[in-house]
């Protein structure tokens, strides 16, 4: 249904919902890439897209209507990188989940003043990194 | 004593500041909700052992190299030095900007910096097909 499409589709939406479907659409939209292209893998790995749903599902578990929608891709070996980015307050949390376990996930965060790196243990600080990117 | 007389060196030597390169843009690059660059298109593929990031002079040259651009993006030359890196001709259709780090050994430079090179991307040209 046309109202339907355009509740899921609109990028200033604030549910937490609709960014969640969104977000989750979008990852499963990267199965549906070729496997690659003379860059390098398009199609992420198995492991990277489980990696990145159980994330962001445990994710909007604890954050509920305030889950942010992001961007999702592929690096040229099948990892997967969400991005949340604001351009007013400058702003950006990236989380990369690698195309196999032997690299570690990892969140970047960034402000003017900031530029940060770390490891991701669990959902938890991603939560903390998607709740600071909230505060504008 | 290395000397480089090749007329081909003299020739290619220099980029002026006001030298605006462009980067075709790979599937997934473009941030849709905001019609911006995504940093993606920044990194070095170290498995390739990738030296430099490969741009070109025209829309046309970048159009041709990648058989599905999904778009290009301009950059400007002075502000690429501004971050530290630079950008040398390797050829008349080709350039490549080179002082990046993988991002497997220096993840915070490597993540900035291609966040910078995406901040000031402009995004020229577009694919229809999204």
């Known amino acids: 249904m046309t109202v339907a499409k355009e509740q899921i589709t609109d990028s200033t939406s604030n549910s937490g919902l609709s960014n969640f479907r969104i977000t989750v659409e979008r990852l499963i939209e990267l199965l549906d890439l070729e496997e690659e292209d003379e860059y390098g893998i398009l199609r992420p790995t198995e492991y990277a897209f489980r990696t990145a749903m159980k994330l962001v599902v445990e994710a909007y578990d604890r954050m509920g209507n305030s889950f942010p929608k992001c961007s999702t891709g592929t690096d040229d070996q099948g990892s997967i990188t969400l991005d949340w980015t604001s351009l007013e307050p400058e702003r950006t949390v990236r989380l990369f989940c690698p195309f196999s376990a032997e690299q570690p996930v990892d969140i970047y965060h960034h402000t003017k003043n900031e530029n940060v790196v770390e490891d991701l243990l669990s959902s938890s600080t991603l939560v903390y990194w998607l709740q600071w990117f909230n505060k504008i | ?130």
């Not at chain 2, 030597?13 to 690059?29: F, M």
């Not at chain 2, 911006?36 to 030296?51: F, G, T």
């Not at chain 2, 990648?66 to 502000?79: F, H, P």
Request: charged share 25%; aromatic share 6%.
């Open chain 2, 1 to 130: 004593m290395i000397e480089q007389s090749s007329e081909s060196a003299s020739e290619f030597e220099k980029l002026p500041d006001n030298t605006v390169v462009y980067r075709a843009l790979r599937k997934g690059w473009i941030d849709r909700d905001r019609s911006i660059v995504k940093s993606d298109a920044y990194y070095l593929r170290k498995r390739i052992n990738e030296q430099s990031i490969s741009v070109n002079f025209s829309i046309e040259q970048s159009l041709s190299a990648l058989k599905n651009c999904e778009g290009v993006a301009s950059l400007n030359v002075g502000g690429i030095r501004e971050l530290g890196l630079n950008v040398v001709r390797d050829s008349s259709s080709h350039g490549s900007i080179i002082g990046l780090p993988y991002r497997e050994d220096n993840r915070p430079r490597a993540n900035e910096l291609a966040l910078l090179l995406a901040r000031q991307s402009q995004i020229v040209w577009e694919s229809l097909s999204k």
